[in-house]
C-alpha cells in the first residue's frame, strides 16, 4: 500500500469526495481510498507526506507525434530507423516526466509507436501509456514529402479499406488521415481541403468496419464540414471552425470532438527555438488566432474539446505546460484547460472509466503540482513535483 498524505484536491478534478484535502491510498495499480487527513492508519503503508501540494489526475496530450526530436528538419528527415525508434520511446518516457501520463500518438513512421507502446506495455521501456496510429493516410497532394516516408498516399474510395486494413494488421490502434494542407508541410495550404467527400465516407467506414476510427487532420472550414458529415470521431487542430462546423456536430448528436493544437503554433509564432520558416510563421499565425475562435465556438456549444500538443520533444522539456500556457494566453479560464487536459481528454478516449478523475478504482495516474492550477494556471509551467502512473511512482 502507499499514501499520499495531506494531498490538496480540485474539486471538479475528483469523483465522490468532497473535501479540499485528502490522504490517497493506491493498492497496485488503483485509488483503493481517498480519506480526510490523518483519518487512516498508514502504519504498514510506503508514506508520501505532500504537505499542501494539489494532486490531480495526469495528463493527457490527444495529438503528439513521439518522432519529433526537435525542429531541426534534417535531422528528423535523416535519420535511420533504429534511431527514429529510440527518439520516439525517449519522447515517451520525457512525457511521463512532464506529467502526460497517456498519449495518443497522431501519426509515425516505421511503426514505431506501435514498437513503443508495446515494450512500455510489458514494462521493458518508461514512459506515458500510448495510443497510437500509423503511417499518415493522405491523398496525393503538394507538401507530402515535406516528411520523408511518413505519409502514405491513397487515391480513391475503393482504395481506403485496404489502407485501414493494412495500418490495422500493422497493430495501430486508430487511423490518421489528411482532409485539408498542413501548416508544416512545404506548400501545403491549410485551408484547402485534399480529399472528397465520398473518400471521407469510405475510409470512416473501413475504420468503424475494423473496429476502430479515424482522427481528420482538419485546418480549413470546408474540410472540417466533411469530416464531420462524413462521421470521423476526432478533428484534429480545428483550426477555422465556424458556426456552421458547431451546429453540424450537434446536428449529429455531438459524438465528434475536436483536438485544437496550440503549443506547437504558439512555439512558432514565439520563436522560441529561434527563427522559423517564413512560410511556416505566416501560416501558423493565421491559424492560432482562428484556432481560438474555435475552441471558444466549440466550448460554449458544449461540444467535447481534447488536449492537445503537436510538439517536438525539445521544447517540451525546455517549456515545460506550454500548452497550458498558450490556451490561457488565448482567453480559456483554468477549469476549463484543466478539464481538457484530463477528463475531457478521457472521454475523447473512452477512458473516463478508468482515467481522467481521482476517484476510488480508477487507475493511479496522478500527478503532484506545486501550487494551485486551478488558481494560477502558471504553476503548470514547470515541472511536475511527482507523477505516478498505475501507482508506480516516476524515477528519472
Known sequence: MIVLKNCRLI?????????????????????????????QSC????CYDLNGKTVIPGYFDLHAHLMFTNQNWEYLMHRSESTYVMDSA?????YLKLGYTTIRDAGNDYYASVTVRDNINSGVLTGARVITSGKILTPTTRGNSSFGTLYKEIDGADAMLKACREECAAGVDFIKYMCTGAMLNLGGVPGQI??????????????????????????????????????????????????????LILKRGNDICTVPTFAVAYSLVSELSGPVVPEFKSKTEDGIAHMAQGIHLCQAAGITIGFGTDLDMENAAKYPGIEFQARASYGVDNETILKQATIESAKILRMDDKLGTICVGKLADLVVVDGAPDED????????????????????
Open 11 to 39: 474539486p471538479y478534478l475528483t469523483d465522490g469526495y468532497s473535501n479540499p484535502t485528502a490522504d490517497i491510498f493506491i493498492d497496485g495499480k488503483h485509488i483503493q481510498g481517498i480519506y480526510p487527513c490523518g483519518t
Open 43 to 46: 502504519e504498514d503503508a510506503e
Open 90 to 94: 525517449a519522447y515517451a518516457k520525457t
Open 194 to 247: 485534399v480529399t472528397t467527400p465520398e473518400e471521407l465516407r469510405a475510409i470512416v467506414a473501413a475504420a468503424e468496419g475494423l473496429g476502430t476510427y479515424v482522427a481528420a487532420h482538419c485546418h480549413g472550414t470546408l474540410g472540417i464540414k466533411e469530416a464531420i458529415k462524413a462521421g470521423v470521431r476526432t478533428i484534429e487542430h480545428a483550426s477555422y471552425m465556424d458556426e456552421e462546423c458547431v451546429e
Open 377 to 396: 494556471i502558471s504553476c503548470m509551467m514547470k515541472y511536475p513535483a511527482m507523477v505516478w502512473k498505475e501507482g508506480v511512482l516516476f524515477r528519472d
